[in-house]
């Protein structure tokens, strides 16, 4: 809770992501709003894959899928965590087709329109990695705001 609430209490009106242009002073209000309903939400953990594409994927002939180079596995939310490296690979241009993406959901035995609950933990984990850039990388600072943005808006349209 350490992490939602520590992004919480960064929006306020001096918040760097304003003045970089992530959010503006409206978008921040609606923003806490959505991460103060995180914090209400059980979520379960478990280990995500961390590098989910077809480079570590092998189909049977049967059509069973199996995952590989588990290197990048880490325990966080499931299934948020994959899902989020989904969706930024397809907002960098990177894939995967919706197609894709519907075939992923249904192995978890989702549907498109559940996604719209998970936009708000993308948003968290986008706005933290700013926030990170600006005490540990700032040369990262710009390409993860600008993702942000791009976050931002697929969140609060």
């Known amino acids: ?12 009106e001096h918040d760097q992501l304003i003045e970089l242009g992530v ?10 709003k959505l991460f103060e309903n995180i914090k209400n939400e ?6 995500n894959h961390g590098d989910i594409s077809l480079k ?11 995952l590989l180079d588990w290197g990048s596995a880490q325990v966080s939310v499931v299934p948020h965590e994959d ?9 960098l241009g990177g ?17 498109e329109e559940d996604l719209t609950n998970m936009k708000p933990f993308m948003l968290l984990r986008a ?7 600006f005490d540990q990388s700032p040369d ?16 609060l349209d």
């Open 1 to 12: 809770m350490g992490y939602v609430n520590y992004n919480i209490n960064s929006l306020t």
């Open 23 to 32: 959010i503006n002073k409206t978008e921040s209000k609606r923003v806490r």
């Open 42 to 47: 059980k979520f379960k953990f478990g280990l």
């Open 56 to 66: 570590n994927t092998i189909i049977s002939d049967e059509g069973q899928v199996s």
């Open 83 to 91: 899902i989020n490296e989904i969706w930024k690979c397809q907002m």
């Open 95 to 111: 894939g995967p087709t919706s197609q894709e993406l519907s075939a992923f959901l249904e192995g978890y035995g989702l549907k």
């Open 127 to 133: 706005f933290d990695n700013v926030r990170w850039a």
């Open 140 to 155: 990262l600072i710009e390409a993860y705001a600008k993702f942000a943005r791009r976050v931002v808006e697929m969140t």
